[in-house]
């Protein structure tokens, strides 16, 4: 495959670019002038420095590519609306008007679970409408991503997929697992509720497992894909055994969801009160990924992808002290005393 990547210096994007350069496909990088393209040092890729707010950029990225994998996006708990919209909707619809242009045969749209909000019914599935109330902007604006996509699909026939994961976890992950270790070091870690809620999980290196396979598809006609780790693994469980192997404080405190939830609506009002450009503590966003029961019903990827959950949750976690103990501790141990 000739492919292009875009947000390739992040947590996904630089998992897949190492995949995709290990098994030989001619990678493309869309990647910025600021980005840190360290997670892939060393792959033989084409190096594209522009945005998904620079058409010409984008022109340049998709051209002479047949595959696009889109998993640039502002990914956050916290920020303007207006930027959340700038990049993961204007940004999409950006790079699928120069898909079009390029005659990119397959685009693959990473979108999110998050799209179906918190639904009372599980397991989720690919029929599982919109969430219709948005408790963040992150919500709102990856719906409206995959809704252009769709309408590309529908009006251009653009060959498009588009692939939901759960919660990406894994070695590389430089958003949510620094949050979380902060959390811990703090000692304000805590068991959410009653800790049986199932987290709906997405392995990093299962999740690009199934990307590949989401690639292949020889007639891309539009399909949602959700692919998450088919492991049920509980909040209680997940956070005891993620403190265990990184040799963090375990959480021992129980604080009732309708209290967090309560107090996170608070954190929120206060950080927009006093204008913060850094997350409360506790949003609402993090708290309902974390907090609440979520499954996601994976059976049309199983059965139209050949998609299966490779590495089992023990093995991630593997993965991940490794990845902690040799990589992240050293980096984060070097800019301190770079500072
Ligand atoms: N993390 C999760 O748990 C999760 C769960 C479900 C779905 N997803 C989706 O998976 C995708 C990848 O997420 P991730 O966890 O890998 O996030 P990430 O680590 O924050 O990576 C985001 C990437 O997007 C790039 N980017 C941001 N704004 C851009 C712009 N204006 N132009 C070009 N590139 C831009 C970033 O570049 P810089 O390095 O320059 O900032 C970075 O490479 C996103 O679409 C996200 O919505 C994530």
Same mark, same amino acid.
């Given at each position: 495959?000739?492919?292009?990547?875009?947000?390739?210096?992040?947590f996904?994007?630089?998992?897949?670019?190492?995949?995709? !350069?290990?098994?030989?496909?001619?990678?493309?990088?869309l990647?910025?002038?600021?980005?840190?393209?360290?997670?892939?040092a060393?792959?033989?890729?084409? #190096?594209?420095?522009?945005?998904v707010?620079?058409?010409?950029?984008?022109?340049? !990225?998709?051209?002479?590519?047949?595959?696009?994998?889109?998993?640039?996006?502002?990914?956050?708990?916290? &920020?303007?609306?207006?930027?959340?919209?700038?990049?993961?909707?204007?940004?999409? #619809?950006?790079?699928?008007?120069a898909?079009?242009?390029?005659?990119?045969?397959?685009?693959?749209?990473v979108?999110?679970?998050?799209?179906?909000?918190?639904?009372?019914?599980?397991?989720v599935?690919?029929?599982?409408?919109?969430?219709?109330?948005?408790?963040?902007?992150?919500?709102?604006?990856?719906?409206?991503?995959?809704?252009?996509?769709?309408?590309?699909?529908?009006?251009?026939r653009?060959?498009?997929?588009?692939?939901?994961?759960?919660?990406?976890?894994?070695?590389?992950?430089?958003t949510?697992?620094?949050?979380?270790e902060?959390?811990?070091?703090?000692?304000?870690?805590?068991?959410?509720?009653?800790?049986?809620?199932v987290?709906?999980?997405?392995?990093?290196?299962?999740?690009?497992?199934?990307?590949?396979?989401?690639a292949?598809?020889e007639?891309?006609? &539009?399909?949602?894909?959700?692919?998450?780790?088919?492991?049920?693994?509980?909040? #209680?469980?997940?956070?005891? !055994?993620?403190?265990?192997?990184?040799?963090?404080?375990p959480?021992?405190?129980?604080?009732?969801f309708?209290?967090?939830?309560?107090?996170?609506?608070l954190?929120?009002?206060?950080?927009?009160?006093?204008?913060?450009?850094?997350?409360?503590?506790?949003?609402?966003? &993090?708290?309902?990924?974390w907090?609440?029961?979520?499954?996601?019903?994976?059976?049309?990827? #199983?059965?139209?992808?050949g998609?299966?959950?490779?590495?089992?949750?023990?093995?991630?976690?593997?993965?991940? &002290?490794?990845?902690?103990?040799?990589?992240?501790?050293p980096? !984060?141990?070097?800019?301190?005393?770079?500072?």
């Open positions: 495959m000739k492919v292009l990547v875009t947000g390739a210096s992040g996904l994007g630089s998992a897949l670019v190492r995949a995709l !350069a290990a098994r030989g496909d001619a990678v493309t990088v990647v910025r002038q600021t980005s840190n393209c360290s997670a892939f060393g792959c033989p890729v084409a #190096r594209v420095t522009g945005d707010q620079d058409r010409d950029s984008l022109a340049r !990225a998709t051209r002479g590519n047949d595959t696009v994998f889109h998993c640039a996006g502002r990914v956050a708990d916290w &920020g303007p609306r207006s930027e959340f919209y700038r990049v993961n909707v204007e940004g999409t #619809r950006n790079l699928l008007d898909s079009c242009s390029a005659g990119i045969q397959h685009f693959i749209h979108s999110s679970l998050v799209v179906l909000g918190v639904p009372r019914t599980m397991p599935t690919e029929m599982t409408p919109y969430a219709t109330r948005y408790f963040h902007p992150y919500v709102e604006t990856k719906i409206l991503a995959e809704q252009l996509v769709l309408d590309y699909h529908a009006r251009y653009l060959p498009a997929t588009i692939v939901r994961p759960g919660i990406i976890w894994g070695p590389g992950d430089t949510i697992f620094p949050r979380i902060q959390l811990a070091g703090k000692g304000l870690l805590v068991i959410l509720g009653r800790g049986d809620n987290l709906c999980l997405s392995y990093i290196g299962n999740l690009v497992a199934g990307l590949l396979r989401a292949a598809v007639q891309p006609d &539009g399909q949602i894909y959700s692919i998450a780790d088919e492991e049920q693994i509980t909040s #209680r469980a997940f956070f005891a !055994a993620l403190t265990a192997a990184l040799d963090l404080p959480p021992r405190l129980t604080v009732p309708s209290a967090l939830d309560a107090a996170a609506r954190c929120e009002v206060w950080a927009r009160l006093v204008r913060s450009s850094q997350a409360p503590l506790l949003t609402r966003l &993090g708290l309902y990924l907090g609440t029961h979520y499954i996601a019903d994976i059976t049309k990827a #199983r059965q139209k992808l998609y299966r959950q490779q590495v089992s949750f023990q093995e991630g976690l593997q993965n991940l &002290g490794a990845w902690y103990r040799q990589q992240y501790k980096a !984060a141990s070097r800019d301190v005393k770079e500072l």
